[in-house]
């Protein structure tokens, strides 16, 4: 791994100020990330050197985040990328598919689920976006929706950052968001995040396609129910097999985002 990225990924300072790193990713964001750019058009809008730019864009093509375009000296970000990209406004509509995932979820638990999208956004961070949600309980649905802008004190926010790529899990200020070691170790052995407010608990688990986080699935109920070691571990089972079938071949949902 890149000197850099390697820092980054284990918390150790990086030898040039990590900032740098995200810049050129950010920098292909602003610029198109539809489309391929030319190296000094990135190192611009990144405010970098063309050579210490180039130097960064190879780095996070080794972590696949940007790739080679088709013109020479070009890049684009990647289709692995791309649930970290911003959703054009109002087009982050649920499918039949996750919808599919979520009801059949609730049957199975009676709890409250909803399915949240990660993306990036410039000046925004990275960001949950809740795309489809079934609650029976309409007093539920606030804890339900996990809308907390700091994603380190809800479950679903913790969720994702165990497994979103460190370069991009930063705050609007540019500010690392970083799990303690010790959630981040429970959360990747369990493939569960856990989290407990006054008289709430939610459960969430990420969706994977291969190494890529493309979604995070989430139960919510009232505490009470969580008190049961068994019982949460059935709840725990259910929501991992939900998530693997929803990251399987097939949903449109993640055909569209993978």
């Given at each position: 791994?890149?000197?850099?990225?390697?820092?980054?990924?284990?918390?150790?300072?990086?030898?040039?100020?990590?900032?740098?790193?995200?810049?050129?990713?950010?920098?292909?964001?602003?610029?198109?990330?539809?489309q391929e750019h030319q190296l000094a058009d990135i190192a611009r809008a990144a405010g970098l050197q063309p050579s210490h730019a180039?130097?960064?864009?190879?780095?996070?093509?080794?972590?696949?985040?940007?790739?080679?375009?088709?013109?020479?000296?070009?890049?684009?970000?990647?289709?692995?990328?791309?649930?970290?990209?911003?959703?054009?406004?109002?087009?982050?509509?649920?499918?039949?598919?996750?919808?599919?995932?979520?009801?059949?979820?609730?049957?199975?638990?009676?709890?409250?689920?909803?399915?949240?999208?990660?993306?990036?956004?410039?000046?925004?961070?990275?960001?949950?976006?809740?795309?489809?949600?079934?609650?029976?309980?309409?007093?539920?649905?606030?804890?339900?929706?996990?809308?907390?802008?700091?994603?380190r004190t809800t479950a679903a926010g913790r969720a994702a950052l165990a497994y979103a790529p460190p370069e991009l899990a930063v705050?609007?200020?540019?500010?690392?968001?970083?799990?303690?070691?010790?959630?981040?170790?429970?959360?990747?052995?369990?493939?569960?995040?856990?989290?407990?407010?006054?008289?709430?608990?939610?459960?969430?688990?990420?969706?994977?396609?291969?190494?890529?986080?493309?979604?995070?699935?989430?139960?919510?109920?009232?505490?009470?129910?969580?008190?049961?070691?068994?019982?949460?571990?059935?709840?725990?089972?259910?929501?991992?097999?939900a998530a693997a079938r929803a990251a399987g071949p097939g949903p449109a949902s993640v055909q569209r985002i993978a």
């Amino acid at each position: 791994m890149p000197t850099v990225l390697a820092a980054v990924g284990d918390g150790r300072q990086p030898p040039q100020s990590a900032g740098r790193g995200f810049r050129v990713v950010r920098a292909l964001l602003s610029l198109g990330a539809g489309q391929e750019h030319q190296l000094a058009d990135i190192a611009r809008a990144a405010g970098l050197q063309p050579s210490h730019a180039s130097k960064l864009l190879k780095a996070a093509a080794l972590e696949r985040l940007v790739e080679h375009g088709a013109r020479r000296g070009a890049y684009r970000i990647t289709r692995e990328a791309a649930p970290l990209l911003p959703a054009p406004v109002g087009t982050r509509t649920t499918t039949a598919a996750v919808h599919h995932v979520v009801g059949g979820l609730r049957e199975e638990t009676g709890l409250a689920v909803a399915w949240h999208e990660p993306h990036f956004r410039p000046g925004l961070g990275l960001h949950l976006t809740l795309v489809d949600l079934a609650c029976p309980r309409p007093e539920l649905r606030a804890a339900t929706a996990q809308q907390d802008e700091d994603l380190r004190t809800t479950a679903a926010g913790r969720a994702a950052l165990a497994y979103a790529p460190p370069e991009l899990a930063v705050t609007a200020e540019d500010q690392a968001l970083a799990l303690p070691a010790a959630t981040l170790e429970t959360i990747r052995a369990a493939r569960i995040a856990l989290r407990r407010c006054p008289g709430v608990c939610t459960l969430a688990t990420p969706v994977m396609r291969g190494p890529h986080l493309i979604a995070v699935l989430s139960l919510t109920g009232a505490d009470e129910l969580f008190h049961d070691p068994l019982r949460v571990q059935e709840f725990a089972v259910l929501l991992r097999r939900a998530a693997a079938r929803a990251a399987g071949p097939g949903p449109a949902s993640v055909q569209r985002i993978a």
